[in-house]
């Protein structure tokens, strides 16, 4: 081999090597390392040398087979896969209008055609859905996975209110599928986002990767919380209907209920096209939801089945990516801030610039192995663009403008509030201030947590927090149980109705839920979701505290690491101290009964349920507690039934039939409880 060809082949390698682990992290894991932009320039350049190196070309390239988003099953995976009818292949993208032309020319050559008519449409920057209509009523629902195989995710769809269980209207096909972009909208996006941060999760780097994150989300009761959207572009059916065109078809699919973009152009010229791209390279930072370009696609039906596909893509469609925005700013400095559970979180304070329609001053810099992997300096000029073009983040440092005069940012050793020595776990890429009960933002945070409506519902915001802290009226959480009006009245700007409504709210809040009791509590990596589930799952505080580590993965939705975080709280005495205070102070502690329990039917039965039911998981869970039984998560020696509706996941069945666990459906139980 020779020395060119030689060194072409390791390169090919590395990036097959580079490209499938950005599959992974992108389709898979939902946490993207690079760009769009930056994925595609690696993918361009290993189907450049591929094609100058035919020797060297693989049927398992990344350059021919589509990335996949299915889920290994030997990783635990709640869906199961489910092939698709027709290939869900992926579109050929580029950011050179130069190549539109040459994709135009390409196809009149082969049509054999002076003109052709191209439908553009916005490029959704979601994730990619196939449904199946029988008679007009949703059937099923399947990720494009690896556009032969993808996972079932019907029993989440079902929870996505824009999508229609059944089609209204007439005309539709017996039998057909519907592609779309399932998305969550800028705004969505933002709330989401922002419950994270709150309780110090890790964020969602962009709309596409929380709407991907949240279909496979394995409660399927909180898909429904967090606004979900879908728009539909492709059409396949085999009885005999009578369109020959895309846009005509997609006009009928809207008519039949299905959310279509109302935007889709049909244009009569390459040159059309390019109008359309400068149209909307502008105007999409208007739009609520995220597009990061366009998809091109020949309108006439037959003229696509001339046209064909190759083993990956359409040769009647491409699509044209916007080139990300970016602004350069100079980074006056770096602050770090001290979250709730003691998390320090780098902050650089830039010189105002505008980026997408916003003033930017402040972005983040997550943690101190970004800080070096970006060698940034104070006053350096840095890239800034918004993840998903929301969250402000410098993604370079350029380093053609840095001069004599910069500074390195020093990551400080101790609390920049307490003093502190800062801590970081081994698996953590966050230092922490462990100084829990004696750091003044913290306690302040926990506050604040304890009181937000999502919680507690107590009246008091961060400038109320602030006074009593400082007064000293403060300090546990329980201390908010114990202030006076006498007190209340001593705070700046505080009258006797303020204080009665304060007053009432602490009192209101005895009558919480359990599981927002718990959520209160501010138990890192704890959210709404998690705490629902442990409450239902123990029952109550005591049923947590005395839970081993092994019980507690047990749980839906625990894992190592939340585990981990729940028996090291409860293992602090000045926790297991407060919780006894706030017993005492009348707080609720446990599960309440619903008061619908119908009988005893189920007493003493542990069941597992897997599967898509006539009504949703957490209804039925809410049978089987009326009856006196109870829902757990995984099938043990000591589960009775396993509850199979459409679709149970072949590990649970598997467990089941290993260990004798009698399997029953939907009808059995309903016969059980008569």
């Not at 028996?567 to 707080?587: H, M, Q």
């Not at 049978?623 to 589960?639: D, L, R, Y």
Request: aromatic share 8%.
């Amino acid at each position: 081999m020779k020395k060119t060809e030689s060194l072409a082949f390791e390169r090919i390698l590395k990036l097959r090597k580079e490209l499938e682990e950005h599959n992974r992290r992108y389709y898979i894991d939902n946490k993207p390392l690079i760009s769009d932009f930056d994925y595609d320039i690696m993918m361009n350049e290993l189907i450049t040398l591929e094609k100058r190196y035919p020797q060297f070309s693989s049927e398992v390239s990344p350059s021919v087979v589509v990335g996949s988003d299915v889920h290994n099953q030997n990783t635990g995976s709640q869906f199961v896969q489910a092939a698709h009818r027709y290939p869900m292949l992926s579109i050929s993208n580029t950011y050179d209008k130069a190549e539109l032309s040459v994709f135009d020319e390409r196809v009149r050559k082969i049509l054999q055609v002076n003109n052709v008519n191209y439908a553009c449409e916005l490029k959704i920057d979601g994730t990619a859905i196939c449904l199946t209509y029988i008679q007009g009523k949703l059937i099923r629902a399947v990720t494009r996975g690896d556009g032969s195989v993808g996972d079932d995710v019907t029993r989440n769809v079902l929870k996505i209110n824009a999508i229609p269980r059944v089609l209204s209207g007439s005309g539709f096909p017996d039998e057909f599928e519907v592609r779309g972009e399932i998305f969550m909208p800028w705004k969505s996006f933002d709330e989401l986002n922002l419950k994270r941060e709150e309780n110090e999760e890790e964020l969602f780097a962009n709309p596409r990767n929380a709407a991907s994150g949240s279909l496979k989300l394995i409660d399927s009761e909180e898909i429904g919380k967090r606004g979900l959207k879908a728009i539909f572009y492709h059409v396949l059916y085999d009885q005999e209907m009578n369109y020959t065109s895309h846009c005509q078809l997609l006009e009928s699919a809207r008519a039949w209920g299905l959310p279509t973009s109302p935007y889709v152009t049909l244009c009569n010229s390459i040159e059309q096209v390019s109008a359309f791209l400068d149209f909307w390279d502008v105007e999409r930072t208007s739009l609520p939801y995220p597009t990061d370009g366009v998809v091109i696609k020949v309108d006439n039906l037959l003229d696509q089945k001339i046209l064909g596909n190759t083993s990956k893509s359409p040769r009647w469609a491409t699509a044209y990516k916007f080139k990300p925005e970016q602004a350069l700013s100079r980074v006056v400095s770096v602050d770090f801030q001290v979250g709730r559970t003691g998390a320090v979180t780098p902050v650089a304070n830039l010189e105002p610039v505008l980026l997408s329609g916003t003033t930017v001053k402040r972005a983040t810099l997550h943690n101190l192995d970004q800080i070096k992997s970006l060698d940034l300096h104070i006053n350096d000029m840095v890239f800034v663009e918004k993840g998903g073009e929301i969250i402000p983040k410098i993604t370079a440092v350029d380093l053609s403008r840095r001069d004599s005069i910069v500074f390195p940012v020093v990551f400080p050793q101790n609390c920049p509030d307490c003093g502190t020595p800062l801590v970081r776990e081994e698996s953590e890429a966050k230092y922490y201030c462990p100084n829990q009960f004696g750091c003044p933002t913290q306690i302040k945070a926990k506050f604040l947590h304890f009181c937000s409506r999502k919680a507690m519902d107590i009246l008091a915001g961060e400038a109320t927090i602030n006074q009593m802290f400082e007064k000293g009226y403060i300090s546990f959480l329980s201390d908010l149980y114990k202030i006076t009006e006498e007190q209340l009245l001593s705070l700046q700007g505080w009258k006797e109705r303020a204080a009665d409504r304060f007053l009432q709210s602490v009192e209101k809040s005895k009558n919480a839920p359990f599981s927002k009791v718990l959520f209160a509590l501010g138990i890192r990596f704890v959210g709404e979701t998690t705490a629902k589930s442990l409450s239902r799952h123990f029952g109550s505080i005591d049923g947590i505290i005395s839970a081993s580590r092994e019980e507690l993965l047990q749980v839906e939705d625990i894992g190592e690491k939340m585990a981990d975080s729940i028996t090291a709280y409860f293992r602090e005495p000045s926790n297991v101290s407060l919780i006894s205070d706030l017993k005492r102070l009348g707080i609720n502690f446990e599960e309440k009964s619903s008061g619908n329990s119908k009988s005893n039917k189920l007493a003493g039965l542990n069941i597992v349920i897997s599967g898509v039911f006539s009504i949703s998981r957490d209804e039925m869970k809410s049978v089987i507690e009326a009856h006196s039984g109870k829902s757990v998560s995984s099938v043990t020696s000591t589960t009775s039934y396993l509850l199979t509706g459409e679709n149970p996941g072949p590990s649970k069945l598997q467990k089941a039939k290993q260990l004798g666990v009698q399997i029953i459906s939907e009808a059995e139980l309903m016969a059980i409880i008569g």
